[in-house]
């Protein structure tokens, strides 16, 4: 995510590993740069909502690389890091300001930690960005909601399960992007709790589908991080048990986001998960983050095409084959393939045609949160039978 997005300029790496971390509690993600002119080579490419900078640097010092952030019209806040006295420090400030720049702060050295802490998350709220204690809040209080989006048989047009998204809609921010919300969960050691809040909505959603369309499946997101406990499968069987939600409904979807830290414990996890009848699907297929390796290696049943493929695929000759390869690689290993973002009839036509056997996307529903997602099913089952 841009918006929270950070550049450090240090020589110092334990300084930006420090600032790093702080910045990754309160909810961005950060580059650390400890030579500046590998800044000033990279930065060209990047893009940020902040830069820390350090102003004694060998190579370019800081004073002239804020005369490059002016010459390259950067429009990100910036902050000065420095163990100069504070007289510098505002002539500095006064000097940048001079040329354009928005300065978002200074800092002393030795680095203050609640002191930055502070400013990094005012810096936050004020693009946008939600701050760990508010995602806390969130989901203590409920305020993590979960939208529904179905699957349908391409050959038949019956719905025959749908995905689980987590959504947040923040008082003061409005609606969270869940790539942000959920990252941020992953990098602060919150995933396992977003993943039970999702997962104990979902199942009991699913539960009062049962009386619209019988077996329908619902698909949790389930971060590659959580594949490193053991004791997961034994806690997901507890929960449906607990629930009265057979195995079987239940389907798990994973990318890999960075690599697994430890491939033999995720492929034990996710065996004895299979072994217990819950279904397995590979999420965003093709993009790089889910590759052949893990196909061959983990118990997946179902392969789904990465949307950016499917939503091009009729304008772009190379996403078509793309898509149509995939399809035929989950025939050819007998897995199940579904195609997400499909937004029109064309597309949905097309890969019918290629033999693709589920799909998912706005043309057939945007997710919906109960009981609008309910609703929606009662009136799919009323228009065309049980689809
Ligand atoms: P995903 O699992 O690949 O989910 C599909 C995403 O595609 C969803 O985005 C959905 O809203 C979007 N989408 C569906 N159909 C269309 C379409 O026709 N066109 C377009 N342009 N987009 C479509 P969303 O809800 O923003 O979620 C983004 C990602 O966040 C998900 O990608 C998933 O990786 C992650 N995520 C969401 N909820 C959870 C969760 O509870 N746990 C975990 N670990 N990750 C989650
Ligand atoms: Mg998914
Ligand atoms: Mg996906």
């Keep these: 995510m841009t918006g929270g997005h ?36 990279a ?10 900078l350090d102003l004694n640097m060998p190579g370019k010092d800081g004073i002239e690389l804020l005369e490059f952030l002016a010459e390259q019209r950067c429009t990100s806040s910036v902050m000065f890091i420095s163990g100069v006295d504070r007289r510098v420090l505002g002539t500095t400030e006064q000097l940048a300001e001079g040329r354009g720049l928005n300065i978002a702060g200074m800092l002393q050295k030795p680095v203050d930690v609640s002191q930055l802490r502070q400013l990094l998350s005012s810096h936050a709220k004020s693009h946008g960005v939600p701050t760990v204690d508010d995602l806390d809040r969130a989901l203590a209080s409920g305020a993590i909601k979960v939208a529904y989006q179905a699957k349908i048989d391409v050959g038949t047009g019956l719905v025959v399960g749908a995905e689980a998204l987590a959504r947040w809609d923040h008082h ?11 990252g941020m969960a992953e990098t602060t050691g919150r995933i396992d709790l977003l993943t039970r809040v999702v997962f ?11 009386n619209i369309i019988p077996n329908l499946t619902v698909a949790v997101n389930l971060s590659p991080q959580l594949l490193s406990d053991l004791s997961l499968p034994d806690r997901l069987e507890e929960t449906m048990q607990h629930q009265g939600f057979p195995a079987t409904n239940l389907k798990l979807e994973i990318t890999e ?9 995720s492929m034990a996890i996710l065996s004895r998960i299979r072994l217990k009848g819950v279904e397995l699907s590979i999420d965003d297929f093709g993009t790089g983050s889910s590759s052949l390796v893990q196909l061959y290696r983990m118990p997946f049943g179902e392969i789904k095409i990465d949307r950016s493929f499917v939503t091009d695929m009729l304008d772009h000759r190379e996403a078509e084959v793309i898509v149509n390869s995939i399809i035929q690689l989950g025939k050819s290993m007998n897995l199940s393939v579904v195609a997400e973002g499909v937004e029109d009839e064309d597309v949905l036509n097309a890969l019918r045609d290629m033999g693709c056997d589920q799909a998912q996307g706005y043309f057939i529903n945007r997710p919906l949160a109960e009981p609008g997602f309910s609703n929606w099913l009662h009136e799919r089952v009323s228009l065309n039978g049980r689809s």
Excluded: C, H
């Design 6 to 41: 950070i550049l450090i300029v240090d020589d110092d790496p334990r300084i930006t590993r420090l600032v790093r971390r702080i910045a990754e509690k309160v909810g961005f993600s950060a580059t650390e740069f400890n030579d500046s002119e590998q800044f000033v080579e």
């Design 200 to 210: 104990e909505q979902a199942i009991k959603a699913a539960q009062g589908w049962s």
């Design 257 to 265: 986001r960075g690599a697994m830290l430890d491939v033999n414990r």
């Design 43 to 52: 930065y060209p490419s990047l893009s940020a909502s902040l830069i820390i």
């Design 172 to 182: 003061d921010l409005g609606p969270i992007n869940p790539e942000l919300f959920v």
